[in-house]
């Protein structure tokens, strides 16, 4: 049983820290609790960030994790806008950056997230430029398309994937002129695979957004420190007031690199290296999030996992395995998208290479159907779009690893429930 005594240290104030300090409580623990956050908002969730926030349909508040009095009310010790510079494993203590203060822990979380990945290109440093990740991303970002649409301005996207293409559709209904850059020849190539990416293709230019595939921005060409234009490797120009990088996340491992923790390989996403407990090469040091790379028993390999289910699910499980209980983490990746009228959501983990085959459910022209994606007649990832209540079933599917009959797979009349055993 846990002391009173003891000390519990979380750095990183996102959803998986949030979570983990609210689950300690819930636990029953009643040592010291500190949060540490490097933002100076309370922790909140990403998502809305680039939907629902983002066009102005939910409020600035929505996005919190817990109102702000709840961290008082239970006894967090949360600091705002503040940043761990060092961790001493010996010692085991950590220190803030800005005046050196130390504080003891017992045991540690670290729950950095990712930051986005930038573009290595010449104009990066134009005022137009911009990136998605945090809550003051999106504040300005929702700002330039409002004003993109009244003035019938441009945006250009650097890569297709959920936060390009989410914002696309986001610029596209505040009125703005969008153009996507994807080296890849379909959006989400490396979720989805060109059989899907290209119903997304055809989504968006249905709304009129414009895709330059098979290419990479090259100079964000600027004048009196505005954006200007965008070029492309293939010769390409394109007009823009502003540009978007979103060509994905890069674990912030930085902290547990100072330390001397295992990481995870680069053909493993990266991150910090944890077993099914989520704890790290150092027993009294877990990591949670977007920043944990975990070995994943469905699947036989290492995930590292930047999706809002994970930070929502890891958290709690990390805080549970600090308390000492038996943890095994094996949530089946879950994600949800939301572009124009499409909804969706995706369970599982099905990269290109990795299937032989994928199986429709209902139909795709409409955009009402399930995609299965199957190797050896065995679901490894499942999408749901614009067909609800349908989470549960697909992910027994996975878990279950039974061969199914495509057939009966392929048949909206044959229930999702009556193919597991």
Known sequence: ????????????GGLA????????????????????????????ERPPLSKGYLLGKEERDSVFVHEPSWYAQNDIELHLGQTVDAVDRVAKTVRFGDDGTLVHYDKLLIATGAEPRRLDIPGTDLTGVHHLRRLAHAERLKGVLAALGRDNGHIVIAGAGWIGLEVAAAAREYGAEVTVVEPEATPLHGVLGPELGQLFTELHREHG???HFGARLTEIVGQDGLVLAARTDDGEEHPAHDVLAAIGAAPRTGLAEAVGLTLADRAHGGGIAVDARLRT???????????????????????????????????????????????????????????????????GWAPPGSYD?????????????????????????????????????????????????????????????????
């Open 357 to 421: 085959q994928v199986v429709i459910r209902g139909d795709a022209g409409k955009r009402q159907f399930i995609a299965f994606w199957v190797k050896d007649d065995r679901v490894l990832a499942g999408m749901n779009v614009n067909v609800w209540d349908v989470t549960e079933p697909i992910q027994a599917l996975i878990r279950s690893r039974i061969q199914v009959d495509t057939e009966a797979l392929a048949d909206p009349h044959v229930p999702l429930e009556s193919l597991v055993p």
């Open 281 to 347: 090469s150092d027993p009294d040091i877990h990591a949670a999030g977007d920043v944990a790379s975990f070995p994943h028993p469905l699947f036989d390999t290492r995930l590292r996992v930047e999706h809002w289910a994970n930070a929502l699910n890891g958290g709690p499980a990390a805080a549970r395995a600090m308390l000492g209980q038996e943890v095994t983490y094996d949530r089946v990746p879950y994600f949800f998208s939301d572009q124009y009228d499409v909804g969706l959501e995706y369970s």
């Open 1 to 12: 049983m846990v002391d009173a005594d003891q000390t519990f240290v979380i750095v990183g």
């Open 209 to 211: 957004v414009r895709f």
């Open 17 to 44: 820290g949030a979570k983990a300090a609210e689950t300690l409580r819930a636990e029953g623990f009643t040592g010291r609790v500190i949060l540490i956050c490097d933002e100076r908002d309370h922790p909140y």
